[in-house]
């Protein structure tokens, strides 16, 4: 279980870097391809040049995402990681449970509340009720 959560997480953080490199080449290839619009002659070959490295890194993080998915779809048919979902399930059961259990709690009024409080032997003096001027 537990080297099915760190492949898990090591699969997150994959993910976020492919999201991440994704944005970056998209950015990077609107902003050339903007500058490719307007530029000169003596420019114009450097960033063709700049968009043709672009292309070849996105092609690249095409190929990384393709494996990617691969690795996920083959994590997602193993029996331990049917298990840890189940585990994960039936933690969030119990905690809903819990947190209904503390809702049936917390079904008292505050005038309810109030006059418990005011029954508190901390707020008595003498049998008479304190008041916060003295």
Known sequence: MAQVGRFVNCL???RNELQHRSEV????FK????????????SFDR?????????????RLEEDAAV???????????????????????MELKGRQNQAADMDFCDISFEEL???EKKDSFWQRNGKLRSFAS
């Open 12 to 14: 997150v953080e994959a």
């Open 25 to 28: 080449i998209q950015r990077s």
């Open 31 to 42: 902003i050339k391809k903007a500058l490719l619009v307007k530029a000169d002659r003596s």
């Open 47 to 59: 960033l063709c040049q700049q968009m043709y490295k672009l292309e070849a890194e996105q092609k």
């Open 68 to 90: 990617y998915n691969l690795i996920q779809e083959q994590l997602k048919l193993s029996p331990a990681y049917k298990t840890m979902l189940e585990v994960g399930a039936n």
């Open 114 to 116: 109030l006059a418990q």
